[in-house]
């Protein structure tokens, strides 16, 4: 199922209640799956179904994803990094190629997603060829499991760290282990890879897979010292998760990303301290409908909710305009080396 959804009334009168007015008028989306149907024709039903994050949208070509980021804000310029679906068994050297050319094209400032297996020249080559901005590694290369118990250095091996430090490249880690972020372990590596590579931008995904906020809260406290690391805010709605992130983190180290396509639909989240469930309204085969129809006819997008914790959180904690224009473009920008500037 990868037929998204258009915006309702419903939508409409949220994004003008919430949004509208307090959204900046240049978005960088950091993180973007884009790859097109070929990319992933070797996906067996059996692993879409085995994985709500898969089944909920694991298609999306350049021009589509930038279609929907201007059905979703109207009134804002909107521009996407990019990178594959890193997935065993996509085409990930073809999907490399079609996202090095959307950037020729000007369309993206993409990162490409690398095995482990391959060797350090060949990444390096490709790295530079396509004029990618960093990788995008991932466990499942390593384990094809989600929440693995594996190291860091498993599906990102030392060699590409190297290439990475080498170029002053970037890298978007999503992290191993069940505890995500908490995990003493993911810290340990976090801390030998930022010292040992100081030069590679370290862009730790989804506030380190911190989706509720008793991940983020350990893992803040166990990582101590938060310099040298980003943190992307995609996927992440819970609004005390933000809370926490306005209000321990330097605002310059956080990006704005989605993760288009996985939430392009109708929904809401509950959550406790280390749960979350989604609620939505569109008929995967995950989505038991936990509420009555009528209710489900009140949602509106997956990421205008998440909009609205972002800036509701950037106003509680009396956030800038500048830092929250920086939120959703400038620190990216400069993170990935697109722009000059401290």
């Known amino acids: 199922m990868n037929r998204y959804p258009e915006k309702t009334a419903v939508d409409e009168q949220f994004y003008q209640d ?48 930038y279609s929907a980021a201007a059905m979703l804000f109207p009134d804002t310029e909107y521009r996407i990094a990019g990178f594959p679906w890193p997935i065993r068994e996509a085409d990930l050297a073809g999907n490399n190629r079609y996202l090095a050319e959307k950037r020729r094209e000007g369309l993206l400032d993409p990162f490409m997603t690398v095995r482990p297996q391959w ?53 978007m880690m999503h992290l191993p282990r069940k505890l995500r972020l908490a995990d003493d372990d993911n810290i ?67 990006l704005y990303g989605t993760d288009m396509p996985i939430l392009l639909w109708h929904g809401k989240r509950e959550w406790t301290l280390k749960e979350y469930r989604n609620l939505c309204r569109e008929p995967f085969s995950w989505n038991i409908h936990r509420k009555s129809p009528e209710e489900e006819k009140g949602y509106t997008f997956f990421l205008y909710e998440q909009m609205r914790s972002i800036l509701d959180a950037a106003q509680r904690n009396r956030l800038s305009r500048e830092a929250v224009e920086g939120i959703f473009a400038r620190n990216a920008e400069k993170a990935l080396g697109l722009v000059s500037g401290s």
């Open 188 to 254: 340990r590596e976090l801390l030998e890879a930022r010292d040992r590579y100081p030069d590679a931008v370290i862009i730790i995904a989804h506030f380190g897979r911190c989706f509720c906020p008793w991940f983020l809260q350990e893992g803040l406290r166990k990582l101590g010292d938060p310099q040298g690391f980003y943190f992307d805010t995609s996927a992440v709605i819970n609004p005390e998760v933000y809370d926490m992130a306005f209000s321990e983190l330097d605002a310059s180290k956080i």
């Open 18 to 65: 919430h949004i509208k007015s307090r959204i900046p008028g240049y978005i960088f989306d950091v993180h973007v799956h884009i790859n097109l149907p070929e990319h992933v024709k070797s996906l067996p039903e059996s692993r879409i179904q085995s994985d709500w994050a898969i089944e909920s949208g694991h298609i999306l070509a350049c021009e589509e994803a």
């Open 119 to 171: 060797s350090a020249q060949e990444v390096e080559q490709t790295l530079l060829e396509g004029g990618f901005v960093g990788f995008k590694p991932y466990p499942d290369m390593f384990s094809g499991m989600k929440g693995a118990d594996i190291s860091i250095f498993d599906f990102m091996p030392h060699e590409h760290w190297e290439v990475l430090n080498r170029h002053q490249k970037a890298v």
